[in-house]
């Protein structure tokens, strides 16, 4: 089965070919460990490990390489702001090492328990400054740069390209109000690759231009060669990145090297939140912590997440999320019906089913088209262990935790004045009244019992 995907930047599905036969290279932009993810960039994740377990499926030999940024990413995604590793170590009273140490294991805690592979490389952007400090000199002795009062920055009129990912015009861009002028750029799209730093900026390296600190592209550049070669295969992050990230990344490391550094890039689409954006102003920007006490299991969110395609906005609603968890536990059931069937299995349909899915996932990642084939076979198939086995194979690529279905079980003996608190509790959380829930969570702990939300209800446990 031959895989296709959508690339960027030709704006069409291809074949995908890699450059070493068997192998597979890809770079995805990692977390800006500033604060928690909220599930909008857990969703990126998901998407990237959709993509290394479709390519595993395939029988490719993948090298998945994540960045931790540590520095440089600034408030924007452009030059203007503080950097939110400096700007969040002064609110929280530590140093960007302790902020960047602490939210890199909350977000390596949230992968694991969303069942992302942990990428082969994680590097931090930190422990990769000589590299990019190289490519800045690089660049300026090529001419592709120029040093100002503030910093070196890159010169998109030097490269012809410059806006090919996103289909922007540089004319338009000096002319459009939109871009705000740095006075010391020669081009308002020109993009810092190091920032000079006064004395009070927390995170600063010795580099030919004095004391400073990277851009932020630039680290993507400098690790993505450094761990996966001049051109690699692909390259994933979210739809923001398009515009000014990526294009800057194509700019700088096509400059630098002389040609083409990645063959395919693959954008994930944006999470909503009823509708519209993700703020935290207005409140709305969930963990995964949030959901799991709302009795929202991490699988629940991944089978909510894998039922959209990853280019097309999926909108988070609590609704929607009761019926990915509803969804979910009948899909738990059903395979269990299947695991302790003992009916004759239809090998010959079973295949047809495993085709129809490698089809769908091989076709640009069609998840959801992947997760209708595998209700169609577990509804329509006899009750049979074979069914359950063709469910394992293809939760290699979903990641749902198939292997764990077991009957629910025995209920430990529960006094009756814990199981009314449990009922209430459970009435309280239809309603969606979580403070209500809490406090009868509380109420169930202080009786002695611990209460747990599973794919089969709540369980209750003596503690
Ligand atoms: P950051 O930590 O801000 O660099 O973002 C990490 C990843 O999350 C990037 O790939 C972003 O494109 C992605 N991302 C940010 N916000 C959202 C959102 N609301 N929905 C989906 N992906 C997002
Ligand atoms: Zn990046």
Redesign the pocket.
Known sequence: MQLKVYNTLTRKKELFVPVHEGKVGMY?????VYKY??I??L???IFMDELRRVLEYDGYKVKSVMNI?DVG?LVSDGDDGEDKMTKSAKEEGKTPLEIAAFYTDCFMKDIKALNILKPTVCPKATDNIPEMIQIVKDLLDLGYAYETEDGIYFSVEKFPSYGKLSGINLAEQRHGARVEVNSFKKHPVDFALWKKADANHIQQWDSPWGKGYPGWHIECTAMSKKYLGETFDIHT?????IPIHHENEIAQAECWLGHKAVNYWMH?????IDGG??SKSLGNTYTVDDLVKKGYSPMDFRYFCLNVHYRQKINFTWEAMDSAKSAYTKLCALLLQHKEGNEQADVKQLENYKEQFEQAVNDDLNVPLAIGVLWTMLRNSPKSKAVYDMALTFDKIFALDFDKVQPQQKQTEVPDDVRKLVELRSEARKQKNWAESDRLRDEIAKLGYSVRDTANGPEVEKK
């Open positions: 995805s932009c990692g977390p800006t993810a909220h909008g960039n969703r990126a994740y940024t990413h992050g979210g739809v923001d990145h994930s689409e944006f999470m909503l954006k993700m």
